[in-house]
């Protein structure tokens, strides 16, 4: 994008120590490099206090390497976090101050209560109409924290990280789920989960929903907005701690390394569950380092839309023009408006996204341009849209360059998207197919050409410096509209 400036975050957890390169500090998040390193800096803390001197090694090592990326990279600025492992360590001051001249940039040590504000944060700048609880489990601690709207509540912290857990039950699984149990039980923040979303938030988790998915040959191998519905998470999560992961289908898909946590975290998630009465468990990708720069967005910036900001990117970077997508967004507001369909604010919001979007596959050969833009969409960084809407954003760009045939529409697609989301794609494909005929793509056509429903007739109206426009191929797409939502048509040109 124009002006970026990449931002970069080191982040120091107790398991993992990580870069993540954003290109710029935006409303909607781009990494432009992310690698982490499974270092186990909190795995002897609950019995030794201490940092282990290994994984001491091992972070710093990777420090080195991320410090040298950023300047290859020319990153602009550099902010730098540590949690858990670092802060109940009673050498986690010394290793911070070695950290710190590595990184050469400032570090803070979150506090518990700090770090679950953030996690909420990152939740928040990525999910639309969140209400529920966020759960973030690292390997030394997990934060939790109610989030309603756009506001948060008060956080809290337990020392029911993965490492943390394993280390304090001497590895004993029912040692640690005793452990566990014992201290949510007594969490009056899990009272008032029931019935809402628990957002999951921490790589553990982020591994079972995708041994989860691959398990269950889900379409869609986004992890972002992946939900599982609350009792099939507990035996999923029950499961995961009573088997050797080693035996599980799929296991492949897992890192080696995060395997030996995955009963511990499912420990974890099948209690909440158990305790809290969730009706689904959403993942959530953001979290903590999402949130410190989501923290230092305007208000402004931070209630604007995740999912229209990412589209507004996509087409400023892909469309022929980018104004014509900002004039569809009008343009089909009249439309629909006409046509007395119901369109709740959720759909409306979706149907401007897919404006938006609806030009990006262009350079693309015509045959395959329908394929591309579904790939793209069904599996880019966007936020704010949960998996059937990002279904329908990949259907109705599907529709507006194949046309209404669902041959060559892959049906696992479909499958995220029910019958009266998959109805609105065939209506905005069909709208979306006669407006690129028409303005040939470019701006200041649509806003003089009209189309409307008007007295129970499909109508549109060309002035006379449009009349020409008219004609054969025209008229068919004004035609299939019109049989699309039960009505007859007219032209009206000149």
Known sequence: MPASEPIAVFDIGSNSVRLVVYES??????????????????????????????????????????????DVMHVSESIAIATAAVRDAIDGAEFLARAKEICRCDIELLSGQREAMLAAYGVLSGASGADGL?????????????????????????????????????????????IVRDRLKEVPLLKSLAGRRFYAVGGTWRAIARLHMWQTGYP????????????????????????DPETLSRIEVIAEARRPLLAYGSLVLEQIVRIGKPKEIVISALGVREGLLFERLSEEERVSDPLLAAAREMNVLRSRSPEHGEELLAWTDAFMDSTGIDETPEEMRLRHAACLLADIGWRAHPDYRGEQSVNIISNAAFTGVDHPGRAFLAISIFYRHTGLNDEELSPRIRELASTRLIDRARILGAVLRFAYLASASMPGVLPRAPLKVEKGVLKLKLP????????????????????????????EAG
């Open 464 to 491: 006379d410096e449009l009349a020409a426009l008219a004609g054969g191929r025209l008229n068919n797409r004004v035609r299939q509209l019109g049989r699309v939502i039960g009505r007859q048509y007219v032209i």
């Open 220 to 243: 869609l191998h986004v992890m972002h907005g992946y939900s599982i519905p609350a009792k099939e998470a507990m035996e999923f999560s029950s499961l995961l701690h009573r088997v």
């Open 25 to 70: 500090l935006s409303r909607n998040l781009t990494p432009l490099f992310n690698e982490k390193a499974l270092c186990g800096l909190g795995r002897e803390v609950a019995s030794t206090g201490r940092l282990a001197p290994d994984a001491v090694e091992k972070a710093l090592e990777a420090l080195k390497r991320y410090r040298a990326l950023c």
């Open 134 to 178: 966020v759960g973030d489990l690292g390997g030394g601690s997990l934060e939790l924290i109610e989030v309603k709207g756009h506001q948060t509540g008060e956080g809290i912290t337990l020392p029911l990280g993965s490492l943390s857990l394993a280390d304090a039950s001497a590895r004993s699984l029912k040692a640690a789920e005793k």
